[in-house]
């Protein structure tokens, strides 16, 4: 509070106009006016003046009212007439007009008589503004600084130059210090040494002039003891203008947690949750950044494209837990065997791609061996011992080479090995005894027309309208009933026999056409598989056409169905052309052409555009798990957004439950087929079907 003025009482005899403007008066910091008993002015001393900017020739003889607020004048009033003579009454706060505007001001007033003038008053006004703004200042600053100290989170005051000045109590919490401590030291005392120039910056940039004073950076803050460190996030307020702060107030936030988060978010978009290795999303970056040529240097990667053979029948037997510990099993192996340079990465299911620079002292059999290796050793999972095998590819790629293409030759390496291995495979998976004899009953099957088309009705997911028909082949075995084609596909091939199959397959597909139509009266799509070694064979195409004109049907009601990975294998030797010219000569019959298995195999968008593709089949793995795996969820919606972007039509595949209907109609998939709807059926079953129903399922 400002001082009051002293109250007392003088005796009149010591006051007089005269006496008042002598030369103490004159020098007095305070302003002082005198009026008659009316309020007129009769003096001001230079104080006064400068108030309220006037000379005391212009002011003398008008009354003083004018110059007092309108809302303080009763109190003015009030206070001036109730004075008794020869006192000194109480001071009273009013606003006066000044020079610069309104004032608040202390007046204490006096009367006094004299001989001249009868009685008049003597005022000394004392201006009060700029101490109440002090004051207010000096209250808000301990508001502030109590406000400061006692804040939850850690909060600093501290000057320009880095200096402390309070500290929120949490700084003891925080970091172990005592605030008292604390203050008068450096901010940057805190901070550990390698963040220390970070958090010079911040602060300069924070009180320079021309910024926002608004500052954020992240450093890491040291604990007292110096054990430990965390990393928090400060925000730097420049408030060294603001009376009631004076410095720079720096809130911070421990963020250990949110890293933590930050971290494992960028390690889920990155790594396979069930291994833990890096994801086929972490490798296409790595091998960009391979691949990119650094310098004009040509760097030389290669890729191995690992895929497990009898790794399905392992979920089979043992369930899908069993199969994820012979993954993770089997992850830990090939980190195991991996040099410093090389990477590896798990690309889906039971697929691994290896990334490795190659060096002087290892062919590429070398890394091979390593890989294959690694795979042989049996694994002991909990529920017994199982083997499996791997078919790897190779694929050497340059910087600058094409991603997808390095990518596409490994799988196609892979699964060239793969078949290679078949004979064997399939000679370990079933006895030999067993083998031999279908092989030896193949050239009856085909004498005694033993194979025949069953067919599984492929609708519209949101009528139930029937919309075509997909061509199953199975043998009915004399001894061994009715065979599927897993059973006896891979021996037909060995032996050579697939181009009859395939001439079997269209001959009945078409004729079986025909008859529906006859029946129906009306066309009917239907769809026929072609294996990669039938649909690069040049003869095939014409086979095609030929067959369905001489049935009078228009091509467009046949769909030719090729595996997506038997679009990227490379053509066996023999007289082939590349799947790529092969598909051509399919679509230019006018045959319609759906790639089947969508998913298993690695088919990127430009390989997609590249071919004439007139529909997808997503392949049944991703469909059966789709509701009980998110992962296999989003690949579902993922595929059905590109064949929209593509114009292309969509079918799921082996749609078992209602659930899985469900979830595909809401995806927006139109078409599928699957038991639920119908298993595959023979022909007059086929047809019953259309008949029974109406085409509506
Ligand atoms: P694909 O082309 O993917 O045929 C679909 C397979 O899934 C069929 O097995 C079908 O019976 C089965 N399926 C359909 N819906 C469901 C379902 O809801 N649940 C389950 N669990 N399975 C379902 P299928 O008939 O044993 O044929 C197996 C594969 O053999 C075919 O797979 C195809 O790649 C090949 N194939 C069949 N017929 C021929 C043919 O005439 N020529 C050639 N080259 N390959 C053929
Ligand atoms: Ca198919
Ligand atoms: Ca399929």
């Known amino acids: 509070m400002v001082a009051p003025f002293p109250t007392c009482t003088l005796p009149a005899t010591d006051w007089n106009a005269v006496a008042m403007m002598s030369g103490l008066v004159l020098a007095l910091p305070d302003a002082v006016l005198v009026v008659d008993m009316e309020g007129v002015v009769l003096g001001a001393n230079p104080a006064a003046e400068e108030l309220f900017g006037v000379t005391i020739d212009e002011r003398v003889g008008v009354p003083c009212f004018d110059l007092i607020h309108s809302g303080d004048l009763e109190m003015a009033l009030v206070s001036l007439t109730s004075m008794g003579e020869h006192e000194i009454g109480s001071p009273i706060e009013i606003r006066v007009k000044a020079a610069d505007g309104w004032r608040l001001v202390e007046v204490l007033g006096a009367q006094f008589s004299d001989e001249d003038i009868d009685a008049g008053i003597i005022l000394a006004i004392r201006d009060l503004t700029d101490r109440r703004k002090y004051e207010i200042a000096q209250g808000d600053e301990a508001v502030f600084r109590a406000l400061m100290q006692n804040a939850v989170g850690l909060t600093v005051l501290i000057d320009p130059q880095g200096t402390i000045e309070t500290t929120s109590v ?3 919490r925080a970091l172990g210090y005592d605030p008292p401590k604390v203050v008068g030291t450096e901010f940057g005392g805190l901070v550990l040494d390698a963040d220390r120039g970070a958090f010079e910056g911040a602060l300069a940039r924070c009180i320079a002039p021309t910024t926002e004073g608004e500052v954020s950076i992240e450093v890491r803050l040291m604990s007292r003891d110096g054990t430990s460190e965390a990393p928090y996030q400060l925000v730097l307020v420049d408030l060294v203008n603001d009376p009631s702060v004076g410095g720079v107030v720096v809130t911070g936030h421990e963020i250990s947690e949110l890293r933590a988060a930050r971290e494992e978010l960028a390690r889920l978009a990155y790594f396979d949750g069930l291994t833990g290795l890096p994801n086929r999303a972490a490798l296409i970056t790595e091998l960009e950044s391979r691949l990119r040529p650094a310098r004009g240097e040509r760097r030389e990667t290669i890729v191995a494209f690992l895929d497990l053979d009898r790794f399905k029948p392992v979920n089979d037997l043992f369930g899908h837990a069993a199969g994820d510990e012979l993954l993770t099993a089997l992850g830990r192996r090939l980190e195991g065997c991996l040099r410093a340079t090389d990477y590896v990465s798990r690309f889906g299911g039971d697929e691994f791609v290896v990334l490795a620079d190659p060096t002087g002292d290892e062919p590429l059999s070398g890394l091979v061996a390593r890989l ?49 291995r078949r004979g064997v495979e399939s000679g370990r998976s079933r006895p030999m005894g067993e083998r031999r004899a279908l092989a030896e009953s193949i050239d009856r099957a085909f004498d005694d027309e033993e194979f025949e088309l069953w067919y599984q009705p492929i609708v519209d997911l ?75 064979d040049p003869q095939f195409a014409t086979l095609v056409r030929d067959t369905i004109a001489a049935a009078g049907i228009e091509t467009r009601w046949l769909t030719v169905e090729v595996s997506e990975r038997s679009i990227l294998e490379r053509p066996a030797s023999g007289p082939s052309i590349t799947s790529s010219a092969g ?49 296999c969820m989003s690949v579902v919606s993922a595929l059905v957004g590109l064949a929209m972007s593509m114009d292309i039509d969509i079918v799921a595949e082996g749609i078992e439950t209602p659930d899985q209907l469900n979830v595909l109609i809401e995806l927006g998939c139109h078409k599928g087929q699957g038991f639920l709807m119908s298993r595959p059926v023979p022909l007059q079953q086929a047809l019953e079907l259309i008949e029974t129903t109406g085409g509506q399922l």
């Open 170 to 172: 949490a700084i003891t």
């Open 462 to 536: 949101g009528s139930g309208r029937i919309t075509s028909f997909e061509s199953l082949i199975r043998w009915r075995h004399p001894e061994r009933g009715l065979l599927s084609p897993a059973a006896f596909l891979d021996i037909v091939e060995d032996l050579s026999r697939d181009d009859d199959l395939a001439e079997f397959v269209l001959a009945s597909a078409v004729r079986d056409m025909a008859v529906v139509r006859d029946a129906i009266g009306r066309d009917m799509a239907f769809a026929v598989n072609a294996s990669a070694s039938q649909f690069t």
């Open 372 to 420: 294959e290796n690694a795979v042989a050793e049996p694994f002991s999972l909990s529920v017994g011992t199982v083997q499996v095998y791997a078919s790897i590819g190779v694929a050497t790629a340059n910087s600058g080479d094409d991603l997808d293409f390095v990518m596409a030759e490994a799988d196609a390496a892979m699964y060239a090995e793969k078949h290679r």
């Open 583 to 631: 598909l051509a000569a399919l679509a230019a019959t006018g045959v319609r052409i759906a790639v089947d298995d969508f998913g298993t195999g690695y088919s990127s968008l430009s390989h997609l555009v590249s071919f004439p593709i007139d529909s997808i089949k997503v392949d049944r793995s991703f469909v059966s798990r789709m509701t009980i795996d998110r992962h």
